[in-house]
């Protein structure tokens, strides 16, 4: 299986500053048609997953542009401009290359 | 629009089977896979299945030899069943077409 690792926040994140949160593939999720088979999610508190960001950088429909997603085959970044109350969750890398698909263990953010 | 509903059990005795339904609305399931997500209390997301749209599914290995998922295209509903439940398996459980993701129903495992 493919092992997805995910790195901390130094919560809690001032307001209106940025962040970034890391996640690492055990196997490189950059297939033969040249995308990045990674999606990033977000859940709130006491609320399902939402889907934010689907082949590394493509941001889901209705997100907000302060999301961002980055990376190469096996390391990647979702960035997160000017922080708001909203944006205050659980976050989990996925990735959808092989079966199972596998999730990141989540990195938490929290607001100052 | 496009909608997921989970429902069942809040609660199953050790040993027993969990039955769950995915009722989907706004979308095919001859269209669109629909995969089966759970997540114990204050813990990370396990994927644990996917029925796609045309009738196939896959497994997670760790789970393989307890569960299976099917589903009815004329009810729009996917079925989970998972047997032998233990402890370890309480948990939200959620359907999700990826971008759409159910409510999750909460299920205990306990006597």
């Known amino acids: 299986d493919i092992v997805m690792t995910q790195g901390a926040l130094p919560n809690p994140v001032p307001s209106g500053e940025s962040a970034s949160i890391t996640c690492q593939s055990s196997?490189?999720?950059?297939?033969?048609?040249?995308?990045?088979?990674l999606n990033w999610y977000l859940q709130r508190p006491g609320q399902s997953p939402q889907l934010l960001i689907y082949?590394?950088?493509t941001r889901a429909s209705g997100v907000s542009d302060r999301f961002s997603g980055s990376g190469s085959g096996t390391d990647f970044t979702l960035k997160i401009s000017r922080v708001e109350a909203e944006d205050v969750g659980v976050y989990y890398c996925?990735?959808?290359?092989?079966?199972?698909?596998?999730f990141g263990g989540g990195t938490k953010l929290e607001l100052k | 629009q496009v909608q997921l509903k989970e429902s069942g059990p809040g609660l199953v005795q050790p040993s027993q089977t969990l039955s769950l339904t995915c009722t989907v609305s706004?979308?095919?399931?001859?269209?669109?896979?629909v995969h089966w997500v759970r997540q114990p209390p204050g813990k990370g997301l396990e994927w644990m299945g996917r029925?796609?749209?045309?009738?196939?599914?896959y497994y997670n290995s760790a789970l393989k030899s307890r569960l299976s998922i099917s589903r009815d295209t004329s009810k729009s509903q996917v079925f989970l069943k998972m047997n032998s439940l233990q402890t370890e398996d309480t948990a939200i459980y959620y359907c999700?077409?990826?971008?759409?993701w159910g409510q999750g129903v909460m299920v205990t495992v306990s006597s």
């Open positions: 999700t077409g990826g971008l759409y």
């Open positions: 706004g979308f095919s399931l001859m269209d669109y896979s």
């Open positions: 029925m796609k749209y045309d009738g196939d599914t």
């Open positions: 196997k490189s999720l950059l297939y033969s048609d040249g995308k990045t088979y």
């Open positions: 082949w590394m950088s």
């Open positions: 996925q990735q959808f290359l092989e079966f199972p698909r596998t």
